[in-house]
């Protein structure tokens, strides 16, 4: 006898998901992140040493602060010597208002700690005071420190320049007295003076190779004569034009000094007619050359048209040129006569006037050109392929706007990308925006 069979009924049963929707499921997403990314959590306690190290590399310190309080090891990690070799300090008015509040002797447990760690220093700062005063106040506790290179970057002024000069001076002096090997110092639109720069050269002549103090309104001629006479292995030097001197490249180039490699010089006038520039003597730029024949010498021009009288009436060595405003049609054709050793030439802006001759004469004299850029401006489109027919290849760079090429009965826009392409060797055509 057979028996009967039983009905079992269980209510609200959910629904059975079939084993193929549920590996398909699993395809759809391990496909894009990996079986083994989809873990309901992630131990963050337990990733590699090395790779949580290169996480804290990338934070800034208000960022690094709050990731030490992610758990024990993380907070281990935070005080490894290797991570404080290399740091910047980012002193945003919200950063140090945020530091203030919640970490308010977070600066001192890390100077305390890895002041004798800090090698390669920089100070970014914005156009508040405050933030510039917060690095002033950390470059005066850094007395048990080595450090290497020193940067204080402004990333809008007034920024350091509000900071009372005394200040600065004596926060400056804490960091060049006590590094006593200092090699790299960048410290542009800042209070230096010519006192700090003695200080510097005191404990650290030896070592010192890159200088960059542009903008640095307290610095005179002697205070920069006194660095390039006593720190003959300086191999990079930056300033404003002010400053610079024919005793200067004089000093640069004596039998002691190293072969300068990169000289910057700005020459920047806010107030059109107010300042009266300088000639440099031929000889002196001469001496730099034979004494450094492989130097860059850079120019950053921030003028007014009737400011250049001064420049290039004789034959200069500069290398790369960089026109900020407006430069004249007579300026240019003094650099193509007066500028051999040119590699470089940027005009931002020149006028309504075409510069066929102007470049043509740059082709002829300056036999190594290399980069051009040119914008508001303006040039025929047959003066411009003579210019890059001239030149030919050794044009690697090469950033003309299409709004300066004028069209003529012989070329065309479309015409002349293909005539340009031809010379150079590779394709061109015209920018919408400047690329320098």
Known sequence: ???????????????QTSQKSKKQKTCLYGSVFGESDLQPSVDWESLP???????????????????????????????????????????SQPATSYLKSTHP????????????????????????TESAEAACNILSQLVNCSIKTLGLISTAKPSFMNVSKAH?????????????????????????????????????????KLLKMSSCPHVSPAGVLCV????????????????????????????KHV?????????????????????????????????????????????????FDAFF????????????????KAMLGRIGMNCPRLIELVVCANGLQPLDDELIRIAE??????????????????????????CGGRLTQLSIMEEVLIPDNDYSLDRLHLEVSKHLGRMWFPDMMPTW
């Open 365 to 390: 004299r300056c036999k190594n050109l290399t980069a051009m850029g040119l914008g508001e401006c303006e040039v025929t489109c047959r003066g411009f392929i003579e210019f890059v027919k001239m």
């Open 313 to 328: 009436r004789e034959e200069t060595p500069v290398t790369h040129l960089y026109f900020g405003r407006a430069v004249s």
């Open 168 to 208: 600065f001076a004596s926060a400056l002096t804490v960091v060049f007295v006590n590094s006593k090997s200092l090699s790299s110092i960048k410290i542009d639109d800042t209070p230096l003076d010519d006192p700090s720069l003695k200080v510097l050269v005191a404990n650290n002549s030896d070592t010192l």
């Open 49 to 91: 040493h090395h790779v949580i190290l290169r996480i804290f590399q990338f934070l800034p310190l208000v960022d690094r602060a709050r990731a030490s309080s992610v758990c024990r090891r993380w907070n281990e990690i935070f005080h490894i010597p290797d991570l404080w070799r290399r740091f910047e300090f980012e002193l």
């Open 105 to 128: 002797d977070l600066i001192q447990q890390i100077i305390k700690r890895h002041a004798d760690h800090l090698q390669y220093v920089s100070f970014k700062v914005d156009s508040s």
């Open 228 to 255: 390039a006479d006593q720190c003959h292995g300086l191999k990079e030097l930056a300033l404003n034009y002010y400053i610079l001197s024919d005793e200067l490249l004089l000093a640069l180039s004596s039998e």
């Open 1 to 15: 006898m057979k028996r009967a069979r039983q009905k079992v009924v269980v209510e609200n049963e959910p629904p």
């Open 259 to 307: 072969d300068l490699e990169h000289l910057r010089i700005d020459v920047v006038s806010e107030n059109p007619g107010q300042v009266e520039f300088h000639t440099i003597k031929k000889q002196s730029w001469d001496a730099l050359v034979k004494h450094s024949p492989k130097v860059n010498i850079v120019m950053y021009f921030f003028l007014y048209e009737e400011e």
